[in-house]
């Protein structure tokens, strides 16, 4: 009797050692299958990304802020940029990454003119589709506009500003940005979307 009960129990420990090294196995492979997919994907990926980066076209956003005070905005003199040297813009420049067109006017406007701005006073009010010329690409202009700021503009960066001066919106100076003037007479007359330098 009680070697019968030795053979089965001998006989149930063969079966669970022979299911456990069968599940050993099993570990085993998946892991070597995954370890070579890994591998393979690393050895693939960089090219794929290289081949989109070289490849993939690119859209550039620079934004512009609109800063009314009553009927009047407020310009800012380009200098010394390389880029309508010499006539009128508004205060902006281009996204750095990882941030939202609220957030990227603020960000300027602090940089060039020392004022203040919640991204959510900030209201986008027109973007334009732009084929710069020469070799800026294409952009998509976004302006923003906000009646709510702290602190008071002033000339930050009198290297690349040669002045702030407040116009109004019905008599802007004539060497305005003509992508610039483009967008205010889009505003003032209601249309959130243009193309320029097609």
């Not at 129990?9 to 998946?30: D, N, P």
């Not at 800012?76 to 990454?97: A, F, P, Q, W």
Request: proline fraction near 3%; charge should be positive; glycine fraction near 6%.
């Amino acid at each position: 009797m009680h070697t019968r009960v030795r053979e089965r129990v001998r006989g149930a420990l063969s079966r669970i050692t022979t299911q456990s090294e069968r599940t050993r196995q099993f570990q085993a492979t998946t892991r070597s299958a995954r370890a070579k997919w890994v591998r393979a994907k690393a050895n693939t990926s960089p090219p794929v990304i290289k081949y989109f980066m070289n490849n993939t076209f690119k859209l550039n956003v620079s934004v512009f802020l609109i800063l009314r005070k009553k009927d009047e905005i407020l310009f800012y003199k380009r200098i010394d940029t390389n880029h309508e040297e010499g006539k009128y813009s508004l205060v902006g420049g281009y996204l750095d990454g990882k941030e939202t067109v609220q957030q990227g006017i603020a960000r300027e406007a602090k940089e060039e003119i020392g004022i203040e701005i919640k991204p959510e006073d900030l209201t986008v009010v027109h973007v334009i589709h732009h084929s710069a010329s020469g070799n800026y690409g294409e952009f998509f202009n976004v302006f923003l506009e906000t009646i709510v700021w702290q602190g008071d503009p002033s000339n930050v960066e009198p290297d690349r500003c040669g002045g702030l001066k407040w116009f109004s919106i019905d008599d802007l100076p004539q060497n305005t940005v003509d992508y610039v003037r483009l967008a205010l007479e889009q505003i003032r007359n209601k249309n959130f979307f243009s193309n320029f330098g097609w």
